[in-house]
């Protein structure tokens, strides 16, 4: 069985400064994990993941990602955050075996405050 | 959004009624998914089908919901009678060929239920 725990359903943030949303997940078999942007209105879009060799892994707008098994952890950062990341996070985790469902958690929900 | 056709992207039906979603998947894909999306259990998976045949439908509500895939290009999921508590946004994604479980989704139906 998977689950992901994303710590803090709401985080606030002044333009240009950090951005870090925490995820734990918790599986049986090796992870691949994920992280998703939904702006209002709109379908689920991919900002980066995981699935196998380094474990700090780039995505689109800037943000990065950290793997580590020892803590079970996937945290989202930005070092800057613009006005346009306002948004809604998803971490997710699947099996590895591909083509398998994803389990999502609760959400985060990203103010930036000008 | 743009490998994921789903419609209506809104629909308004009243208690009782039949409803019928619909999601057009790009060529290419090999498996398909239906999520629901609700504040209180946030994304959640409905169904899920691998080259067109019904894997996991344990997280279908009740006997109240089906979901079809007749063709590589075309799924349904339907709700028939439709109660209140099935107002959500219905996603639907795909994963391609050459993706490591990455799953595209569409634009999402939002469904109101009265």
């Known amino acids: 069985a998977q689950s992901v725990t994303q710590l803090g359903s709401h985080v606030s943030v002044s333009e240009g400064a950090l951005v870090l949303l925490r995820c734990n997940y918790s599986?049986?078999?090796?992870?691949?994990l994920f992280w998703y942007v939904q702006y209002p209105n709109q379908g689920l879009q991919l900002l980066l993941k995981?699935?196998?060799?380094?474990?700090l892994v780039k995505g689109i707008n800037g943000f990065e990602a950290e793997f580590k098994k020892s803590e079970t952890s996937f945290h989202l950062t930005k070092p800057s955050a613009h006005m346009s990341d306002a948004a809604e996070y998803f971490c997710a985790v699947s099996e590895q075996s591909g083509n398998t469902p994803l389990v999502f958690g609760k959400g985060t929900r990203l103010s930036v405050i000008a | 959004d743009a490998g994921v056709i789903q419609s209506p992207r809104h629909e308004v039906t009243e208690m009782g009624q039949e409803v019928t979603l619909r999601c057009k998947p790009i060529s290419g894909h090999n498996s398909l998914f239906w999520y629901r999306q609700t504040m209180m259990r946030g994304l959640e998976l409905l169904i899920y089908?691998?080259?067109?045949?019904?894997?996991?439908d344990s997280g279908m509500p009740e006997d109240r919901f089906s979901a079809k895939m007749p063709n590589a290009s075309f799924s349904t999921l339907k709700i028939q009678p439709s109660e209140p508590r099935d107002s959500a946004v219905y996603f639907c994604a795909i994963t391609t060929l050459a993706a490591d479980n990455e799953q595209f989704f569409g634009p999402g139906t939002r469904l109101t239920v009265l």
């Open positions: 599986s049986s078999v090796p992870p691949y």
């Open positions: 995981y699935t196998t060799g380094a474990t």
């Open positions: 089908f691998n080259n067109n045949v019904p894997i996991d």
